[in-house]
């Protein structure tokens, strides 16, 4: 079946840097790509909808400047989370829609631990 | 604003009874709905799905029913296994390849 491959799955960084975290699809083409953010026994909340080859889409409350998302290809997608806070620490989940598919198929998840 | 709603943060069945895990949703333009499984620092993990043209779908010990009317679906495992034990997700969405808009969960606790 499709998978999707994510990394880190997790990261601890010093408050002030950023972090890049990757979601490549192995085996299908992911025309869409979607960004979740899960706190603590908290429902998976979209952050951003990407498609390749164009900007992103982001939810309201979102700030794009500090999660920039890159599609630039069909197989993969960056969410980098710049000059990172405590108060980002959390569980980000990708989720890709294969082109012409149905389905989604989620990352891992990636444990993001700001200090 | 919460459009999918899963009213019980948890649930506890013994081993080879049925699990029933409830699902309302506020979203009436919602015609796509999955069931995910969850363990802690993991992806979630797809069971089962089910469109609003439907109103039953099974898959082996999983069984996902649709009362549109009500707004309100259900996912039924029978008979519940302790590997069962994890955390569900209701989603839906607006239409078939649009984001999903998830409840909170319930921790499904299978008991032998």
């Known amino acids: 079946g499709a998978v999707v491959s994510q990394h880190p799955s997790r990261v601890i960084c010093k408050s002030g840097t950023s972090v890049k975290i990757e979601c490549r699809s192995l085996?299908?083409?992911?025309?869409?790509m979607f960004w979740y953010r899960q706190f603590p026994k908290q429902s998976l909340m979209l952050m951003a909808t990407?498609?390749?080859?164009?900007?992103?889409?982001?939810e309201q409350g979102v700030e794009k400047d500090k999660f920039l998302i890159n599609h630039a290809s069909l197989t993969l997608s960056t969410l980098t989370v710049t000059s990172a806070h405590p108060e980002d620490s959390s569980f980000y989940i990708c989720?890709?829609?294969?082109?012409?598919?149905?389905?989604?198929?989620f990352g891992s998840g990636t444990r993001l631990t700001v200090v | 604003d919460q459009q999918v709603k899963q009213n019980s943060p948890s649930l506890s069945v013994q081993e080879g009874r049925i699990s029933i895990l409830n699902c309302d949703y506020t979203?009436?333009?919602?015609?796509?709905f999955l069931w995910y499984k969850k363990y802690p620092a993991e992806g979630p993990t797809f069971l089962i799905s089910?469109?609003?043209?439907?109103d039953k779908n099974e898959d082996g010990r999983f069984t996902v029913f649709l009362n549109k009317s009500a707004k309100h679906l259900s996912l039924h495992i029978v008979p519940s296994q302790p590997g069962d034990s994890a955390v569900y997700f209701c989603?839906?969405?607006?239409?078939?390849?649009?984001?999903?808009?998830f409840g909170k969960g319930t921790s499904l606790l299978v008991t032998p």
């Open positions: 989720s890709a829609r294969e082109q012409g598919g149905y389905g989604y198929t």
């Open positions: 085996d299908f083409q992911a025309t869409t």
């Open positions: 990407s498609n390749e080859g164009s900007k992103a889409t982001y």
């Open positions: 979203n009436s333009m919602f015609d796509y």
């Open positions: 089910i469109s609003s043209i439907k």
């Open positions: 989603a839906a969405s607006a239409h078939s390849g649009y984001a999903l808009n």
